[in-house]
């Protein structure tokens, strides 16, 4: 599915926060949405993403970008352990 982004060439990007992020069984991240972008790339899975009202399985390697104001959020996990890289951004 493909989002709008609202975005234009020669805009500023800030990098707020860079992690990698280690999800055991039963964890995940509650639906949430903030003012910007918040992107995941899975290193170890699968892993089931919601973004507004659709779900969507990651295996690793895929990435998910997810644009300011929308919610989203981490199923609870099925699998022992899921890991990611997880960048978020703002673009001015």
């Not at 599915?1 to 707020?16: A, F, H, I, Y």
């Not at 069984?25 to 170890?44: E, L, S, W």
């Not at 895929?62 to 890289?85: A, I, Q, S």
Request: contains cysteine; glycine residues 8%; hydrophobic residues 40%.
């Amino acid at each position: 599915r493909e989002l709008p982004m609202n975005t234009q060439p020669g805009q500023d990007v800030s990098v707020l926060w860079v992690a990698e992020s280690n999800w055991t069984a039963g964890t995940g991240i509650k639906p949430h949405k903030h003012d910007y972008f918040h992107m995941f790339m899975v290193r170890q899975g699968p892993l089931r993403f919601t973004v507004e009202d659709e779900a969507f399985n990651l295996d690793p390697g895929e990435c998910l970008l997810v644009p300011p104001n929308v919610m989203h959020g981490l199923c609870d996990l099925e699998v022992r352990l899921g890991r990611t890289y997880e960048v978020k951004f703002a673009v001015q």
